[in-house]
């Protein structure tokens, strides 16, 4: 990067190229996406300005991009690896997301939610023979008053304890997500597995980058929740592991202090809260009980 000055005729061309610009979305009959446009144009226009940025390096950004395009099909959402890893995805999400009174907090929403995945009965097990350490989860859905939140749904997915989701493999195979629903008295529970830490997919263009950076790719352990409910806010959220060394380093920023949970581990023999048989092995258990904000929360 050059540090001589930029004179004032070359800065005046630059600036006037950004001017005519903004002016080409003058006629935009949609008042959000012309202010969208142009302050888009704005902070971009200001970058390569600032950074005095190359051809070689812009030519090297789109080639960039087209790669995380090429990489991107129904199962696998590199742009949305993209924005987390940059931090935009939490921003938006605090952004959208102002604090509402006792409300759970919100986090990354990830790439490998799956809509229409299995519906579980109330105490069931979403693990579907997954790799790991089975794991009782158990919680009570209110509103940010205390009332009950009956009926509500619960979407719920995680990896294994080889740090891969279902969609990961290539045989169609279903495991380790399912959707339940509250009972009349807000509560849920179910079977699932404990968390354990995993890479995010690092073997495309944001791995390259993430790598080009000096940054890991791994994630603190963690469970993925998306709760609805009519007249409240869709909450996406996560509950992490107290003590995972990864929690200050997550590679998409995700943790909170709020969704850091105990977990208890028990040994193999101990009972069970639902007397289900695990075969002599160790199991975990961990409560978390989720405050809805209303729809109409700021």
Do not use: C
């Not at 008053?145 to 195979?173: K, M, T």
């Amino acid at each position: 990067m050059s540090d001589s000055p930029i004179s004032a005729e070359q800065s005046a061309r630059e600036l006037d190229l950004t001017n005519r610009v903004l002016r080409s979305f003058d006629g935009t009959h949609d008042p959000r996406l012309k202010y969208l446009m142009t302050e888009l144009v704005t902070s971009l226009h200001d970058y390569v300005r600032r950074v005095r940025l190359t051809e070689a390096e812009w030519n090297a950004a789109i080639a960039f991009l087209t790669r995380v395009g090429h990489m991107t099909n129904d199962r696998r959402q590199e742009f949305i690896l993209l924005s987390d890893v940059l931090g935009v995805s939490m921003q938006t999400i605090a952004v959208n997301n102002e604090a509402v009174g006792d409300a759970t907090e919100a986090t990354v929403f990830g790439p490998f939610f799956v809509a229409d995945a299995p519906e579980i009965p109330n105490g069931g097990d979403l693990a579907g023979e997954a790799p790991g350490e089975p794991a009782w989860v158990e919680g009570t859905v209110t509103d940010i008053d205390g009332r009950v939140v009956p009926g509500a749904r619960l979407e719920v997915w995680e990896a294994d304890e080889e740090g891969l989701y279902d969609v990961q493999h290539d045989d169609g195979r279903v495991y380790g997500r399912a959707h339940l629903f509250a009972d009349a008295e807000g509560r849920y529970r179910f079977w699932g597995l404990f968390p354990t830490p995993y890479p995010i997919p690092d073997d495309g263009p944001v791995g390259d980058l993430l790598r080009a950076a000096g940054r890991s790719p791994y994630r603190a352990s963690h469970l993925h929740f998306m709760v609805t409910a009519p007249g409240y806010r869709t909450l996406v959220t996560h509950i992490f592991v107290r003590g995972d060394e990864l929690l200050d380093h997550d590679s998409v920023f995700g943790v909170k202090e709020s969704l850091i949970h105990d977990w208890e581990h028990h040994a193999a023999g101990d009972a069970t809260p639902d007397g289900r048989d695990l075969d002599g092995r160790t199991w975990a258990s961990t409560r978390f009980d989720i405050v809805l904000a209303p729809v109409d929360a700021i």
